[in-house]
């Protein structure tokens, strides 16, 4: 059972434009988000998080939107850069304090 | 130097055998995870543990143990390994509900 879902695995967008990557989850008991970046022969690196508290973060070209009652999340990237190129993981949390990921979406930004 | 330092980076193993991976951290974190990523399938909670007396299963621990052996030192082990634990193995710890930090992986084939 997928409790944390990335239903896109590939998305492609030209330079300069904004890249958008979903996820959804099941549980409602997931209580914080986050976004990791994970490039080839590297260990995944943390991007972005949200508390289920808030419904925006933003960090730079980064920024997290949560709908607690879609349990949606997207992260926007805008303006996308060649090397943001990488696969993208949402991962969610809650009481327990496991940290469940989803299966990721490689992103291509070509130049 | 690497918060989180894996052993052995890459791995060929025959099956039936046993191994060990090991993992490292310099971050002073209580909490740390293994996770396998396999392609389409993300990043799966292997098993976790928030301090050395404590060990959690996760989403799919049929076929691993793991050993705590202090607050920084948390070993994964396959007692007899199979070939579909072929994948990428991650550690990965966190200070209690903070982003994890990941090492760099290791990649396990077992022929």
């Known amino acids: 059972d997928q409790q944390v879902k990335q239903n896109s695995p590939s998305l492609s967008v030209q330079e300069g434009r904004i890249s958008i990557l979903n996820c959804d989850y099941t549980n409602s008991m997931f209580d914080y988000f986050l976004w990791y970046k994970k490039y080839p022969a590297e260990g995944p690196t943390f991007l972005i998080s949200?508390?289920?508290?808030?419904d925006k973060n933003e960090d730079g070209r980064f920024t997290v939107f949560l709908n607690k009652s879609a349990k949606h999340l997207s992260l926007h990237i805008v303006p996308s850069q060649p090397g943001d190129s990488a696969v993208y993981f949402c991962?969610?949390?809650?009481?327990?304090?496991?940290?469940?990921f989803g299966q990721g979406t490689t992103l291509q930004v070509k130049p | 130097d690497a918060d989180v330092t894996q052993t052995p980076r890459n791995r060929i193993t025959k099956t039936g055998k046993r191994i060990m991976l090991e993992c490292s951290q310099t971050?002073?974190?209580?909490?740390m995870y293994w996770y396998r990523q396999d392609p389409g399938l993300g990043l799966r909670l292997i098993y976790y543990?928030?301090?050395?007396?404590?060990?959690n299963k996760g989403e799919i621990s049929d076929g691993y143990s793991v050993s705590r052996q202090a607050q920084a030192k948390f070993s994964l082990s396959l007692e007899s390994a199979i070939p579909n634990q072929t994948a990428l193995y991650f550690c990965a710890t966190s200070a209690s509900d903070t982003e994890a930090f990941f090492g760099q992986g290791t990649r396990l084939t077992v022929v």
């Open positions: 971050k002073g974190h209580d909490r």
């Open positions: 949200i508390s289920s508290i808030k």
């Open positions: 991962a969610a949390s809650g009481h327990t304090g496991k940290l469940i």
């Open positions: 543990s928030f301090d050395v007396k404590d060990i």
